[in-house]
């Protein structure tokens, strides 16, 4: 059974910086595809940055270019978030998501394992 454990959500004062991990356990391989999405109170969910494991190719949401910065670790089955500067409209519920079979990594419905969720609120 394939879990994702994440870690490192909390509350912040504006220009802060908090850095969230996902663990994944329970994969025959490493994944190929993590990505991190977000859902504030009343929205939908975005992603907010995801990682191709194997050529390293990230994509950002426009809202979060330059202060946010997604990252790995094969040898943990680790995925990060390093989240910087942080806006309260950064509030939100984070999710992260890996896909262990080759796919479009941007594309949220494409991914196969989700997180349970980690809060993050920021105060202005």
């Known amino acids: 059974q394939v879990q994702l454990v994440e870690s490192g959500g909390g509350s912040v004062q504006a220009g802060g910086s908090l850095r969230l991990s996902c663990t994944a356990s329970g994969l025959r391989y490493s994944y190929i595809c993590g990505g991190w999405f977000r859902q504030a109170p009343g929205k939908g969910r975005e992603r907010v940055a995801s990682?191709?494991?194997?050529?390293?190719?990230?994509v950002y949401a426009e809202s979060v270019k330059g202060r946010f910065t997604i990252s790995h670790d094969n040898a943990k089955n680790t995925l990060f978030l390093q989240m910087s500067s942080l806006k309260p409209e950064d509030t939100a519920m984070y999710y992260c998501?890996?896909?262990?079979?080759?796919?479009?990594?941007?594309?949220?419905?494409?991914?196969?394992?989700w997180g349970q969720g980690t809060q993050v609120t920021v105060s202005s």
């Open positions: 998501a890996v896909r262990a079979t080759v796919g479009r990594c941007a594309v949220e419905s494409e991914y196969e394992y």
């Open positions: 990682i191709h494991t194997g050529s390293g190719t990230t």
